[in-house]
């Protein structure tokens, strides 16, 4: 694997030394759900980083918790890392992530990868992936491949410009925004 960026004022490099527990001005962490966040939507992923309250009753939210919660209960466990990330480990050590439909495979796919980017970077350990839709019964093999190496890495500077923003990137309308948590924050009049 390369390493990441030098640069002390690099966001991977800040990153990498708040996990490390090294001397930093400025901790930067990054949950995976940030990871899926960001792909999904910049201006979602400012609101969530305010602590701004997710509406649990949503829909959507509550079929994603739902799927998440009971599929592949009993060959997976969960393991917490840094307090930051919570990852499913399935029997065979692989990593595996539980989405119920694979309408947005990209933000799902960035949260896996940055999972195996942390455990390779953080911890030293290497993984694979499993992205699983159930309720489609499709399952994917994910590596963590140079080019997925630069998408997180890429993704993690952006996550910092906008977790570091004074203001929310402005409004723009998705086909998902229907069902998104912050539905009200952007489109109510
Ligand atoms: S409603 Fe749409 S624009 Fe607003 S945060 Fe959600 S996905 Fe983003």
Known sequence: MTDSSSVPDDPVEKLLRSARDEAVDEEFHVTG???QYYEVCEREL???SRYLEIDRDNAAVVRGTQVDESAYEEKRRNVSIDGTIAIDVLDDGRVMEVKPSSSLVDPAK??????????????GVEREGVLAHPTERKRETVELTEKRIEWVEESIRDVYDVVTSDSPPPAEEKPFCDSCAYHDFCWSC
């Open 110 to 123: 960035l949260q896996l990868c940055y999972y195996l980017w942390y455990l390779d970077r953080v911890v």
């Open 33 to 35: 759900v940030m990871m």
């Open 46 to 48: 400012w609101f969530a």
